[in-house]
């Protein structure tokens, strides 16, 4: 079946611009992760969701974060007055979100670029 | 802090030989562990797994030993090939779903 998927793979934005970035994770996953993936340094967790629970959204770095998830399916982070220091790779993973079935698959990533 | 540690940041290898990949985790807590892939410019591929009820696991070529004891956790590649060239990298989930990354490994497999 199909991994997760992420639009765009690519994206170059001037300082101060908005951007989003999506996510489509594996059908019936129920449990959807978004990271921070910056050069040399380890996967920085954002913000999680499950199900029709409230997310968790500890991870986000700041206000200018937020992430929606639609139907329990697509989700969409958006980055407001984006600053040079959010260049990174936005990476999405999912997983079933069950007990003793928890491993997360990764989507392709997006890369963000802010000149 | 919590944290998950690579003893080697760089690993070379010759292309037949077994790579071994190391990690220290820090968190006793952590029940279940994850081995990723990732090449450059593609997200993280998952390879193996291990939960901590186990001390080893075998996969197509990979294995990962788990060492409760002294909080280790290895990725034996047997037979290394040129695909194998990437970074590599363990994940550890102390709690219900939360995961902590380490930086990585990269391996370079020399022809």
């Known amino acids: 079946g199909a991994g997760v998927s992420q639009s765009p793979s690519n994206k170059v934005t001037e300082k101060g611009k908005d951007v989003e970035l999506r996510c489509d994770p594996i059908s019936g996953h129920t449990a959807l992760y978004w990271y921070r993936q910056s050069l040399g340094q380890g996967l920085e967790f954002l913000i999680y969701?499950?199900?029709?629970?409230?997310?968790?959204k500890s991870g986000l770095p700041s206000d200018r974060f937020s992430a929606e998830r639609t139907g329990g399916s697509v989700s969409t982070l958006t980055i407001q007055r984006t600053q040079q220091e959010d260049s990174a790779v936005y990476l999405c993973?999912?997983?079933?979100?069950?007990?003793?079935?928890?491993?997360?698959?990764f989507g392709p990533g997006t890369r963000l670029l802010v000149l | 802090g919590e944290s998950v540690g690579l003893h080697l940041p760089t690993l070379s290898v010759q292309e037949g030989d077994n790579s071994i990949i190391n990690c220290a985790y820090s968190n006793s807590a952590s029940d279940y562990f994850i081995w990723y892939k990732q090449e450059s410019g593609k997200g993280p591929q998952f390879i193996i797994d291990?939960?901590?009820?186990?001390d080893k696991r075998q996969g197509q070529r990979v294995t990962v030993l788990l060492n409760k004891t002294v909080k280790h956790l290895s990725l034996q590649i047997a037979a290394t090939q040129p695909g194998d060239s990437a970074v590599y990298f363990c994940a550890e989930k102390p709690g219900t779903y939360k995961y902590i990354f380490g930086t990585g490994t990269r391996l370079k497999v020399l022809a």
């Open positions: 993973a999912s997983s079933l979100g069950l007990a003793g079935q928890e491993t997360q698959y």
């Open positions: 969701f499950q199900g029709n629970s409230a997310p968790d």
């Open positions: 291990i939960r901590s009820n186990m």
